[in-house]
Antibody
Framework: EVQLVQSGAEVKQPGESLKISCQGSGYSFTSYWIAWVRQMPGKGLEWMGI????????RYSPSFQGQVTMSADKSISTAYLQWSSLKASDTAMYYC?????????????WGQGTLVTVSS | SYVLTQPPSVSVAPGQTARITCGGN??????VHWYQQRPGQAPVLVVY???DRPSGIPERFSGSNSGNTATLTISRVEAGDEADYYC?????????????FGGGTKLTVL
């Protein structure tokens, strides 16, 4: 079974750093792009970017370029999303998802989500 | 940048057919994907490449795409279909190719 398992919920203060993870199993982790998607409370889905674990090639949405960093460790089939200085507006659910190997880029499956709360 | 427009809400009685639209400029030239997100859960792919269904998704879910509108059709609607539904495309135009989501449609089963 293809599966993505994300790290647990985080509560942080503004200005702190954070790295959340997404571990893949049941498929060749290095052969599929991994996407990150933000969902702010009560809002819709926003695409943040994608990373190819095979060579760590990354593509960021312009809205998130410079705000977050995507990385991957293919030796442990894990992708990461990190912030160097969190803001209250980063409070959201963050999902990772495997991207299809075709040029049309659908997402399946999704991780269960990591809830990030930033509050003083 | 490319914009996808969905109605905020659609309501339908059990057993009836729900149609959720996704509008975009010449969207018929793109491949459209649909996701179901039940409350408190992660999104699930229900239709990809306009009209294909992943394994495990009931035949009641179907999709079409032409001109400026893509449509997700749910036949014989059940209470368990109540969820938010999002359309998505890959926009390869412009300087920043990337994924675009519609704003989402809340399906209410009356």
């Amino acid at each position: 079974e293809v599966q993505l398992v994300q790290s647990g919920a985080e509560v942080k203060q503004p200005g702190e750093s954070l790295k959340i993870s997404c571990q893949g199993s049941g498929y060749s982790f290095t052969s599929y792009w991994i996407a990150w998607v933000r969902q702010m409370p009560g809002k819709g889905l926003e695409w943040m970017g994608i990373i190819y674990p095979g060579d760590s090639d990354t593509r960021y949405s312009p809205s998130f370029q410079g705000q977050v960093t995507m990385s991957a460790d293919k030796s442990i089939s894990t992708a990461y999303l990190q912030w160097s200085s969190l803001k209250a507006s980063d409070t959201a659910m963050y999902y990772c998802a495997r991207t299809s190997s075709t040029s049309s880029h659908w997402f399946d499956p999704w991780g269960q989500g990591t809830l990030v709360t930033v509050s003083s | 940048s490319y914009v996808l427009t969905q109605p905020p809400s659609v309501s339908v009685a059990p057993g009836q057919t729900a149609r959720i639209t996704c509008g975009g400029n010449n969207i018929g030239s793109k491949s459209v994907h649909w996701y179901q997100q039940r409350p408190g859960q992660a999104p699930v792919l229900v239709v990809y490449d306009d009209s294909d269904r992943p394994s495990g998704i009931p035949e009641r879910f179907s999709g079409s795409n032409s001109g400026n509108t893509a449509t997700l059709t749910i036949s014989r609607v059940e209470a368990g279909d109540e969820a938010d539904y999002y359309c998505q495309v890959w926009d390869s135009s412009g300087d920043h190719p990337g994924v675009v989501f519609g704003g989402g449609t809340k399906l209410t089963v009356l």
